[in-house]
C-alpha cells in the first residue's frame, strides 16, 4: 500500500491526498513534519509531501507524484490523453504555483508571526501575483472545469495552491486576489463542494492544532526576516 508521508495542513499533501482518493488508490497516512536522514532519504528537499510508493521506493514533488499515480493508476484519468490538451494542463497549473502559490507563499513567514510584511515584499508578491492573475484570466476556461469540459488534475492543483492565495495572500496583500479572474470565485465554491474535498478538508481542520503547536516551535527557532 502507498504511504502518504507529511502533514494535513499543507496545500500540496492535499493535492496528492485529493488524487489518492479521487483514483480509490489504497494509502496510509504518515503524519511528519521534517527531520533528519531518515526524512532526507524519503523526501530528500526535506519538504511535505513524499510517498513511498507499493513496492517501498520513495517520490517528492507534488506534481511528480501525481503524474506517477496517473501513469501507474491510469484508472479514472486526471490527465488528457491529446498531448497538447495534456501540454495546456501542465501549463495552467505551472503557472498558478509559480505566480500565484510562491508570491503568496513568500509572506507565510510573516502571516504565522502574527504581523504584515514589510512593504518591499508586499509589492514583490504583488508584481508577481499580477503576472500570475493576467495569465490566469488568458488560461483559466471554467467550462465548467477550469481547462475545459473535462475534470483534471489542474481542477485538482489550482484549488490547492488557492488555499494559500486564500489564507496568506489576500490579507497580506490587503487584495480580493481570486476575485480578479472571472469565473474563478464561483469555480473554487464548486470545487469545495465534493465528498472528496469535504473530507481533505475534514483532515486539513483535525492537523490544525498539531500544525500550530508546530509553527509556533519553528517560529521561535525560525524568527522572521527582517525582525
Ligand atoms: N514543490 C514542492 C513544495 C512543497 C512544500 O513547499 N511543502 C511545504 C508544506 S506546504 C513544506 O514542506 N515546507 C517545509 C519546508 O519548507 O521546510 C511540492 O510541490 O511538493
Not at 90 to 113: H, N
Not at 117 to 143: D, I, K, S, Y
Request: proline share 7%.
Amino acid at each position: 500500500m502507498i504511504t502518504l508521508h507529511g502533514f494535513s495542513a499543507s496545500n500540496y499533501y492535499n493535492i496528492v491526498k485529493y488524487v489518492l482518493l479521487y483514483k480509490e488508490i489504497p494509502f496510509e497516512e504518515h503524519e511528519i513534519y521534517g527531520g533528519g536522514d531518515e526524512w532526507l532519504a524519503i523526501s530528500p528537499v526535506g519538504k511535505v509531501p513524499a510517498i513511498t510508493t507499493a513496492d517501498g521506493q520513495h517520490l517528492s514533488e507534488s506534481a511528480v507524484i501525481c503524474e506517477y499515480l496517473e501513469e501507474t493508476y491510469p484508472g479514472k484519468p486526471l490527465y488528457p490523453s491529446e498531448p497538447l490538451e495534456r501540454a495546456r494542463v501542465r501549463q495552467l497549473m505551472k503557472v498558478a504555483e509559480l505566480y500565484l502559490e510562491l508570491p503568496s507563499r513568500a509572506l507565510i513567514p510573516y502571516a504565522f508571526s502574527g504581523r504584515l510584511a514589510p512593504e518591499p515584499a508586499v509589492a514583490n508578491a504583488r508584481h508577481q501575483t499580477a503576472r500570475g492573475l493576467e495569465a490566469m484570466r488568458r488560461l483559466c476556461r471554467f467550462a465548467p472545469h477550469i481547462a475545459g469540459n473535462t475534470f483534471t488534475i489542474a481542477d485538482i492543483y489550482v484549488h490547492y495552491v488557492n488555499a494559500v492565495v486564500l489564507a496568506i495572500g489576500c490579507p497580506q496583500m490587503d487584495w480580493d486576489i481570486i476575485g480578479e479572474v472571472p469565473g474563478m470565485k464561483e469555480w473554487g465554491l464548486a470545487m469545495r463542494d465534493s465528498d472528496i474535498a469535504r473530507r481533505v478538508e475534514a483532515g486539513r481542520k483535525a492537523n490544525e492544532p498539531a500544525f500550530f503547536e508546530y509553527i509556533s516551535k519553528y517560529m521561535t527557532d525560525n524568527p522572521t526576516p527582517g525582525k
